[in-house]
C-alpha cells in the first residue's frame, strides 16, 4: 500500500485528507451527472444536425433554379427541402390553407398555402404554394383578406417538406373543411384527401418579394448551431461543478 493514499473503512486518505461519500449522496451525483452528460451530448448532436442543415442550404441555393414541370418527369429526389425551383400554372384562389399561430415581430397572424395547379402535358398535378405571412386582424373569428392572382404565372420559390409529426395540441379535422380551411400544421398526405388532382409531396415557399403584400422570411428564426455548442458547455460546466462540489463536501483534512 502507498504511503500518500490508503484505504479505511468508511472512504479513501489521500495526501492528509479523508475523502469520505455517502452511498446515497453518491447515487444522487452519479445521476446528476450522467443527465447532465447526456443534456451536452444531445446539444451536441443538435449542433451537428443544424451544421449539416446550413451547408445543405447554402449549398442547394447556390444550383440553378429547376423547372418543376421537368422535374416531375422523373422520380423526384427523397429530399426536396432547399432546392430552388420555379413553376408556370395558376393559383386556385378558392382554397387557402391557414397556418395558424405563427407571429412576425411579435404580432398574431398566419401563413397563407394556397392550392397552385401545374401546366403539365401529361397530368394535372397540385402544389401547395406557402406565398407568406399576413397579420391575423383585431377579430380572430374573420379570415384575412387573401390577395387573389389570376391567369398563368410563374413563381420561384424554394422546396420544403413540412414535417407531419410536428406536435400540436389539437390534430386538424379534415372530415369538415370550409375554406379557408385553418391548419396547425401542414399535413401533405391528408391535404392530398382535399383535391381532386394528386398533390405534390413538397411545399413551395415563395421567394422574398418586397413589393408583395406577403412576409417572407422563412429563416428568419432559425437558431445556427453556435447556440447549440453554447448550451453543451453549460450542461458540461454544471456537470464539472457538481463532481467538485460533490469531492469538497465530501473531503475533510485528516486530523
Given amino acids: 500500500m502507498s504511503k500518500s493514499v490508503a484505504h479505511s473503512r468508511r472512504g479513501f486518505v489521500l495526501a492528509g485528507f479523508h475523502f469520505t461519500p455517502g452511498i446515497v449522496p453518491s447515487i444522487v451525483t452519479l445521476l446528476a451527472l450522467a443527465l447532465l452528460v447526456n443534456l451536452g451530448l444531445w446539444q451536441l448532436r443538435r449542433a451537428e444536425a443544424k451544421q449539416s442543415m446550413v451547408d445543405r442550404m447554402q449549398a442547394r441555393s447556390q444550383q440553378p433554379s429547376q423547372s418543376l414541370a421537368e422535374l416531375l418527369t422523373t422520380p423526384l429526389p427523397k429530399d426536396m427541402t432547399d432546392y430552388p425551383l420555379h413553376a408556370t400554372g395558376h393559383y386556385l384562389n378558392e382554397f387557402n390553407l391557414l397556418l395558424d399561430n405563427r407571429t412576425h415581430r411579435g404580432e398574431p397572424g398566419y401563413q397563407i398555402l394556397t392550392a397552385f395547379h401545374v401546366n403539365d402535358a401529361t397530368h394535372n398535378r397540385i402544389l401547395l404554394v406557402n406565398r407568406g405571412w399576413l397579420p ?120
Avoid: C
Wanted: proline letters at 9%; zero cysteines; aromatic letters at 14%.
Fill in 136 to 255: 391575423q386582424g383585431p377579430d380572430r373569428s374573420i379570415p384575412p383578406k387573401i390577395p387573389a392572382e389570376s391567369g398563368e404565372i410563374t413563381i420561384h420559390g424554394s422546396a420544403h417538406t413540412p414535417n407531419p409529426d410536428f406536435f400540436v395540441l389539437k390534430e386538424d379535422n379534415y372530415q369538415q373543411v370550409s375554406w379557408p380551411f385553418l391548419i396547425q400544421k401542414i399535413d401533405l398526405e391528408k391535404s392530398s384527401q382535399l383535391f381532386d388532382y394528386p398533390l405534390i409531396p413538397f411545399v413551395l415557399r415563395l421567394a422574398p418579394d418586397e413589393s408583395s403584400q406577403f412576409v417572407r422570411e422563412w429563416h428568419s428564426h432559425f437558431m445556427g448551431p453556435e447556440k447549440h455548442y453554447g448550451y453543451a458547455v453549460q450542461w458540461f460546466s454544471l456537470a464539472a461543478a457538481l463532481l467538485v462540489i460533490y469531492v469538497v463536501v465530501n473531503t475533510k483534512r485528516k486530523q
